[in-house]
């Protein structure tokens, strides 16, 4: 090979790899970012099933109407965050956590008009919860993307909050603690875990009040 060639592969050579090193390298999701993107999944999922349990099953108008409210909001949230999932190759789990399942079958149990009182209960619960995850997603989360969605999701789930909380009769103000961006609650399991103690909570008031 002629020196002339050697020197002008060489050179080709170094360009390539100044290039390389020039490139700016692509910024993955923080933990938090990716914490909260899991648990708003398996939340919008947890909603969705949620609605469509009181559209089967509720025995009030309003609430029947609230449980579509609710399916078609976390249906749109829901493409939004999988789709940025997607491009930021982040998993998103395909179901609610078995926590989440297992306290909506507990509502589900119930019949008439305890059904429409016991969703109501889980759903503030579940939405305060829902809330202070998104509130902290948007003070420490570091991708602009995914507290972009955290963001918007905010006064949705906020509004249905509001909402519920007049139905059960309840102050729509939040309570002291809850929402604080501070707070270490990171949402799906302290969602099911909510949804769990309201709906076990009114059915063994239920049972005391048959007794």
């Known amino acids: 090979m002629s020196l002339l060639r050697r020197a002008v592969l060489g050179a080709g050579t170094l360009i390539a790899a100044v290039g390389i090193a020039a490139a700016p390298a692509v910024a993955q999701p923080s933990e938090q970012d990716t914490t909260w993107m899991v648990a708003a999944h398996q939340s919008n999922l947890a909603e969705i099933a949620a609605g469509t349990a009181a559209q089967e099953q509720a025995s009030s108008p309003e609430v029947r109407e ?39 079958e507990q509502v589900k149990a119930q019949q008439g008009a305890a059904f429409d009182t016991a969703w109501i209960a889980s759903q503030i619960e579940g939405h305060q919860m829902t809330i202070a995850a998104t509130t902290q997603e948007i003070s420490a989360g570091t991708d602009p993307t995914v507290v972009a969605l955290a963001e918007a999701a905010s006064p949705v789930v906020q509004g249905h909050l509001d909402h519920l909380r007049q139905m059960s009769g309840a102050p729509t103000t939040v309570p002291s603690g809850i929402g604080d961006p501070g707070s270490p609650v990171l949402g799906a399991g302290l969602i099911g875990a909510g949804l769990l103690v309201a709906a076990g909570s009114l059915t063994l008031l239920a049972r005391r009040r048959r007794a």
């Open 66 to 104: 609230m449980g579509a409210t609710l399916i078609t909001d976390h249906q749109k949230l829901d493409a939004d965050l999988t789709a940025a999932a997607e491009q930021l190759g982040v998993d998103l789990p395909d179901a609610p956590t078995p926590e989440q399942q297992a306290a909506l």
